[in-house]
């Protein structure tokens, strides 16, 4: 089994900035994709940004330019750095992790969610 705690969100104005966290936990042989998605109130959840084991990135159109998403592999650890954030960025906050577990088993889990609320 494999856990997630995510870390760092809160409020914040317009313009400013936050840095999301994201650490796995538990029978973890390898990770693979490690993603970030969002949920706004009356929205599907979307994905903001991922990142394979090799280090390559993708971005929602949304964020590109704003948002950065690195990893620690040694920590099992991913993180989003937000910066020039707006009201429309607001939404509760979601990694998944995607890989393999020691019983040899591929494994999807999802963190608890952090809320990220931008005031104009």
């Known amino acids: 089994q494999v856990q997630l705690v995510e870390s760092g969100g809160g409020l914040v104005q317009a313009g400013g900035s936050l840095r999301l966290s994201c650490a796995a936990s538990g029978s973890i042989f390898r990770i693979n994709a490690m993603d970030w998605y969002r949920q706004a109130p009356g929205k599907q959840r979307e994905l903001v940004a991922g990142?394979?084991?090799?280090?390559?990135?993708n971005y929602a159109d949304s964020v590109k330019g704003r948002f950065t998403i690195s990893r620690d592999n040694a920590k099992n650890t991913v993180y989003l750095q937000m910066n020039d954030l707006k009201p429309e960025d607001t939404a509760v906050y979601y990694c998944?992790?995607?890989?393999?577990?020691?019983?040899?088993?591929?494994?999807?889990?999802w963190g608890q969610g952090t809320q990220v609320t931008v005031s104009s």
């Open positions: 998944n992790v995607r890989g393999v577990s020691f019983r040899i088993a591929d494994f999807s889990s």
């Open positions: 990142i394979t084991s090799g280090g390559s990135s």
